[in-house]
């Protein structure tokens, strides 16, 4: 079973700040996903990364797949960032689902 | 599109009730998934199916069933709902030709078990 470890769980920033979220997991993986969760509760896909570097806007998400380590970036926070940042993996085939991290909760400060 | 639909979007249970959560996806998506997400923890699997007709256990599959008569619905039935149980659900579907693809999530169905 892949455990997957997010560090901070809680992060407050002010706005413009350089976020970084990690996650680390115990196994190998095919494929990593950084997933949003809105205060209102809905959950939006951000990347699927199974190597190097995926960028969108001001968000960058890289993985290490040697060190099992994944880390989601934002430059330029925003307010409209404060969300709860959830890193979740798939093992093996991926058709049976996700392992999820505990998430991040980011609060930008204005 | 719709997307992925669940319904209701929150619900009050008492202990030994039975009810079904709807989730309803129109992208044509082979994978569907649900998920419970408890506070302070993350998003656990409960069930999986990876078509019509075909089911399976995912991590805390116990007081669940699910059917996947249609690629478009996969209900989750509680039969004798357990304070336990109380949690927010969400329901997921992916893409067909690639398991491990974007999923695309339902809005959560909040229940209460009292």
């Known amino acids: 079973k892949n455990e997957v470890e997010q560090s901070p769980q809680n992060l407050t920033a002010q706005e413009g700040e350089f976020i970084t979220i990690n996650c680390s997991y115990s196994v190998g993986i095919s494929a990593l996903h950084w997933l949003q969760q809105h205060p209102g509760g809905g959950i939006v896909s951000l990347f699927m990364?199974?190597?190097g570097k995926k960028k969108h806007g001001r968000l960058i998400a890289t993985i290490n797949i040697q060190e099992k380590h994944s880390s989601l970036h934002i430059t330029a926070s925003h307010p409209r960032d404060s969300a709860v940042y959830i890193c979740a993996v798939i093992t093996g085939g991926g058709a049976d689902g996700l392992t999820f991290g505990k998430g991040t909760h980011l609060i930008i400060q204005p | 599109n719709a997307g992925v639909t669940q319904t209701p979007k929150f619900r009050i249970l008492k202990i030994g009730q039975s009810m079904t959560l709807q989730c309803t996806q129109d992208?044509?998506?082979?994978?569907m998934y649900w998920y419970r997400q408890d506070p302070g923890m993350g998003l656990k699997l409960i069930y999986y199916?990876?078509?019509?007709?075909?089911?399976d256990k995912g991590e805390v599959p116990n007081g669940y069933n699910v059917s996947r008569s249609t690629t478009e619905d996969f209900p989750l039935r509680l039969e004798l709902a357990a304070p336990s149980q109380t949690s927010v659900y969400f329901c997921?579907?992916?893409?067909?030709?690639?398991?491990?693809?974007?999923?695309?999530f339902g809005p959560g169905t909040r229940l209460l078990v009292l």
């Open positions: 199916s990876v078509g019509a007709g075909i089911t």
């Open positions: 990364l199974s190597s």
């Open positions: 997921a579907s992916s893409y067909p030709t690639r398991a491990g693809e974007t999923q695309y």
């Open positions: 992208m044509n998506h082979n994978y």
